[in-house]
T-cell receptor
Framework: GAGVSQSPRYKVAKRGQDVALRCDPI?????LFWYQQALGQGPEFLTYFQNEAQLDKSGLPSDRFFAERPEGSVSTLKIQRTQQEDSAVYLC?????????????FGPGTRLTVL | TQLLEQSPQFLSIQEGENLTVYCNSS?????LQWYRQEPGEGPVLLVT?????EVKKLKRLTFQFGDARKDSSLHITAAQPGDTGLYLC???????????FGKGTLLTVNP
């Protein structure tokens, strides 16, 4: 596809379950970002990859959150032992260049609901 | 922590009206971006402003970056129902790639 895709689009988890959210960036895009968007809020930065290197993970809320991009393309955001406050839309974005302000192209997001 | 405050939070207007939304901060940003987000979709970039005092026009949309690079505004002329959406401003600081988003202005344009 031409854009950023994310799967699943919707995920319902019971509190305590582990979840894995997938992001397929635009082919050839070097940079990949994960954001968390709570209801009624703007997106909040979670983490940034340049190719396979995770250069910034300062926005990850706790050590239950883990992201990887092993081959520099597809990325997975994993949340262990989910809690109700993890309920949000998780957005992935990719951009062409390195650590500079390129246009970020966002996927449609995964809406996570933790019961 | 850099914060961006957007106002108003909600705006409901009739087709054909003009409107302005604001994005303010106490911090200086190296650049500022405006996005529009529709339900169930990710944000889509509208414009990037870099220079203090810069004004950019995109059809009926006019974007301004404050002289001190701490604030910005988005003005829409003759709003149309297709303009309905969540308008987000996002600032980039020293790291440049790391965006700080405001909470957004939810605009509804009624036909």
């Amino acid at each position: 596809g031409a854009g950023v895709s994310q799967s699943p689009r919707y995920k319902v988890a019971k509190r305590g379950q582990d979840v894995a959210l997938r992001c397929d960036p635009i082919s050839g895009h070097v940079s990949l970002f994960w954001y968390q968007q709570a209801l009624g809020q703007g997106p909040e930065f979670l983490t940034y990859f340049q190719n396979e290197a995770q250069l910034d993970k300062s926005g990850l809320p706790s050590d239950r959150f883990f992201a990887e991009r092993p081959e520099g393309s597809v990325s997975t955001l994993k949340i262990q032992r989910t809690q109700q406050e993890d309920s949000a839309v998780y957005l992935c974005a990719s951009s062409l260049g390195g650590p500079r302000l390129d246009e970020q192209f966002f996927g449609p997001g995964t809406r996570l609901t933790v019961l | 922590t850099q914060l961006l405050e957007q106002s108003p939070q909600f705006l409901s207007i009739q087709e054909g009206e003009n409107l302005t939304v604001y994005c303010n901060s106490s911090s200086v940003f190296s650049s500022l971006q405006w996005y529009r987000q529709e339900p169930g979709e990710g944000p889509v970039l509208l414009v990037t402003v870099v220079t203090g005092g810069e004004v950019k026009k995109l059809k009926r949309l006019t974007f301004q970056f404050g002289d001190a690079r701490k604030d910005s505004s988005l003005h829409i002329t003759a709003a149309q129902p297709g303009d309905t959406g969540l308008y987000l401003c996002a600032g980039a600081g020293g790291s440049n790639y790391k965006l700080t988003f405001g909470k957004g202005t939810l605009l509804t344009v009624n036909p």
